[in-house]
């Protein structure tokens, strides 16, 4: 057990039966009464964000978060199945755990997948994933100045905006946190 006046940034504990990992934390002393804490909180099974007020002196059950370096190999309409690169064992997980991930992600790509008592809980890619365009609007050369975008999918099924000179087969270099466009790769 652990108290929530020791949750720091990163943690993770079990409130109400489902997993969360402090995202910030403030510890507020108003002049009057007693010290609270202020959290901002991650659900890492649903991916939900959420602000709460605890007391400081309130225990949580710890949870252990082991992670694994693991391989995406395939699908097969129901599940997807990884590789853990050290031992070769495979895992199918289903799409609910995977919610959009799955528009990161290529055949032998390697992500982190965490794990709570043996059961995965969240599949984690790379920060950055490079993907060739297979959709947009033809280029239009020397306009790199005014920051324009124009719509464009790339080869998983993922759209974003690019900027106006990104043509059809280009490789581009994703940031998956933001889904943005970083630069040609």
Do not use: C, W
């Not at 252990?64 to 997807?80: G, P, T």
């Not at 297979?134 to 124009?150: H, R, V």
């Amino acid at each position: 057990m652990i108290q929530a006046g020791d949750l720091k940034k990163g943690m993770t504990f079990i409130m109400d039966g489902e997993i969360f990992e402090t995202i910030e934390y403030q510890h507020v002393k108003p002049a009057r009464g007693h010290a609270f804490l202020r959290m901002k909180i991650k659900s890492l099974t649903t991916g939900t964000i959420k602000e709460v007020t605890l007391n400081p002196a309130d225990k949580y059950e710890k949870a252990v978060i082991d992670s694994k370096e693991m391989q995406y190999l395939y699908n097969d309409e129901q599940f997807y199945y990884f590789m853990d690169v050290e031992t070769y064992d495979q895992i199918p997980l289903t799409e609910d755990i995977l919610e959009d991930l799955m528009l990161f992600v290529k055949e032998n790509d390697n992500v982190t997948v965490n794990f709570h008592k043996g059961k995965a809980i969240e599949v984690i890619p790379e920060n950055f994933v490079v993907l060739e365009v297979t959709e947009t609007e033809p280029g239009l050369k020397g306009d790199t100045a005014s920051g324009a975008t124009k719509p464009a999918i790339v080869e998983t099924g993922l759209r974003i905006n690019v900027p106006l000179f990104i043509e059809m087969g280009e490789k581009l270099k994703i940031d998956t946190r933001t889904r943005e466009y970083v630069s040609r790769a």
